[in-house]
T-cell receptor, first 113, second 114 residues
C-alpha cells in the first residue's frame, strides 16, 4: 500500500512531441504528489507538484493531471526537447509534506532531435 | 540557486567497515534527509531530521545507521558495519519546512561495499 507504480520504464519521443508518464498509488492517505527530474550524476530536482484538491497543474511545458477517484496522476511534457532527456520520478507523501516521500521506479526519457 | 553539497562523491569500503557520509545542507533549511538509490531502482527514504533529532525513519534505517548534525552546518550519515547490500547512491536533502516545501537534493555519494 506504500507503493507508487510508475510506467513506462523508458520512453523515446521525437523533438516537439508529447511525453506522458503515468503513476498510480494505493494509499488514500497520500496527499502530495511531486515529480522529480534527475540528470546523470545529479540528485533529483523538483519539477512540479500537485495536491489532490486540483485535477491539473501546469508550469510552462510541464503539466500534472490528477485523477483522485482512479488514484492516478501523470506528467505531460509538451513540445519535448532533447534537453528534457532525463529520468523522471513520481512520488507521493502524506500530510502534504516533503517528508518520507515514496518514489516510483523512474522513467528514462530520451528525446531524439 | 543554493545547493546541497555532499562529500565524498565516491566511497569504496570493505564489508564490516564503518563509513561516514557527509552533507552540507542549504544554510537556512531546517529539515534534513537521507535517501538512497540502489543501482537501477527507485529512490528510497531513509531518515528525516529536525531540531537535532530524528523525526521519521524507514524500515531500512536500522541500528547500523545513525545520523548527526555535529556542528550546525554538517549533516552526517554513519553506517556502523557495512554490508554488501548497502552499496547504493546516498542522497542528502534539505528543505525549509515540511508542507508543500521543495526538497533540495545533493548530487549524492556512491558507496561501494566490497
Amino acid at each position: 500500500q506504500q507503493q507508487v507504480k510508475q510506467s513506462p520504464q523508458s520512453l523515446i519521443v521525437q523533438k516537439g512531441g508529447i511525453s506522458i508518464i503515468n503513476c498510480a498509488y494505493e494509499n488514500t492517505a497520500f496527499d502530495y504528489f511531486p515529480w522529480y527530474q534527475q540528470f546523470p550524476g545529479k540528485g533529483p530536482a523538483l519539477l512540479i507538484a500537485i495536491r489532490p484538491d486540483v485535477s491539473e497543474k501546469k508550469e510552462g511545458r510541464f503539466t500534472i493531471s490528477f485523477n483522485k477517484s482512479a488514484k492516478q496522476f501523470s506528467l505531460h511534457i509538451m513540445d519535448s526537447q532533447p534537453g528534457d532527456s532525463a529520468t523522471y520520478f513520481c512520488a507521493a507523501s502524506k500530510e502534504g509534506g516533503s517528508e518520507k516521500l515514496v518514489f516510483g521506479k523512474g522513467t528514462k526519457l530520451t528525446v531524439n532531435p | 540557486e543554493p545547493e546541497v553539497t555532499q562529500t565524498p562523491s565516491h566511497q569504496v569500503t570493505q564489508m564490516g567497515q564503518e563509513v561516514i557520509l557527509r552533507c552540507v545542507p542549504i544554510s537556512n533549511h531546517l529539515y534534513f534527509y537521507w535517501y538512497r538509490q540502489i543501482l537501477g531502482q527507485k529512490v528510497e527514504f531513509l531518515v528525516s531530521f529536525y531540531n537535532n533529532e530524528i523525526s521519521e525513519k524507514s524500515e531500512i534505517f536500522d541500528d547500523q545507521f545513525s545520523v548527526e548534525r555535529p556542528d550546525g552546518s554538517n549533516f552526517t550519515l554513519k553506517i556502523r558495519s557495512t554490508k554488501l547490500e548497502d552499496s547504493a547512491m546516498y542522497f542528502c536533502a534539505s528543505s525549509v519546512g515540511i508542507v508543500d516545501e521543495k526538497l533540495f537534493f545533493g548530487s549524492g555519494t556512491q558507496l561501494s561495499v566490497l
